[in-house]
């Protein structure tokens, strides 16, 4: 199984930009990177995910490096409502095993 | 479209007591996931259901805990005999059918504290 590396917490001010790290050095060809938050114990959300191109939805921007070692989330605007932890997930399991594996993930605190 | 949806989202049960915690996936959705995520810590995968099926259980504690998901009605997770380690939330997840990537979408979660 694949496995990410997140810094714990990261604090970003109101308004600017914020990017996450994940790092995922291990990911085989045909596994995804998937981004959930969870916010103050509510159930996890679902950002974005991506395979090797960046993509772009209303929520945030993945960014996966060209070799898939590694990616960045990215939240344009943040606002004090995006403070939560945000987990980095390589989707793992094969067909009829598609389990999430969350690890501790990185606890974003917006700063008004 | 209602989102995935848990009942009861609080339930407190004493020890020795049996626990049983419902979910209804989205509408389409026919895959159903069971996760536990005790004070402070990650969510841990526990079971995952098709209708009528369990494919992966690799997650579940071998005693006390069961999972089904019938052919109509919600999927039910039950622990028989509660203990004060089973106080945790209880988050459900459900995808349609389809290809190994379908995106899990999660319920608000069933907080069970035993007493």
């Known amino acids: 199984d694949a496995k990410t590396t997140q810094p714990p917490s990261m604090d970003c001010a109101e308004g600017r930009a914020a990017n996450l790290p994940c790092n995922h050095s291990?990911?085989?060809?045909?596994?995804?990177v998937y981004w959930y938050r969870q916010i103050h114990s509510q159930g996890p959300q679902y950002i974005i995910h991506g395979l090797k191109n960046n993509e772009t939805n209303e929520m945030a921007s993945l960014i996966i490096t060209e070799d898939r070692k590694s990616s960045t989330l990215i939240l344009p605007h943040a606002t004090l409502r995006d403070t939560a932890v945000y987990y980095c997930?390589?989707?793992?399991?094969?067909?009829?095993?598609?389990?999430?594996?969350f690890g501790q993930g990185t606890r974003l605190t917006i700063n008004p | 479209n209602a989102g995935v949806m848990q009942n009861p989202r609080h339930l407190v049960r004493r020890r020795g007591q049996e626990a049983r915690l419902r979910c209804s996936p989205m509408k389409g959705h026919s895959h159903v996931y069971w996760y536990r995520q005790l004070p402070e810590e990650g969510l841990k995968f526990m079971v995952y259901?098709?209708?009528?099926?369990?494919?992966?259980e690799s997650g579940m504690p071998k005693e006390r805990f069961s999972a089904e998901f019938p052919k109509e009605g919600p999927s039910i997770l039950r622990i028989q005999q509660v203990v004060r380690g089973d106080s945790a939330a209880y988050f459900c997840?459900?995808?349609?059918?389809?290809?190994?990537?379908?995106?899990?979408?999660f319920g608000p979660g069933t907080r069970l504290l035993v007493l």
């Open positions: 259901l098709q209708k009528e099926n369990i494919i992966d």
């Open positions: 997930i390589v989707r793992v399991g094969q067909r009829g095993a598609q389990k999430l594996v």
């Open positions: 291990t990911i085989s060809g045909n596994e995804y």
């Open positions: 997840a459900s995808s349609p059918p389809g290809g190994i990537q379908e995106t899990q979408y």
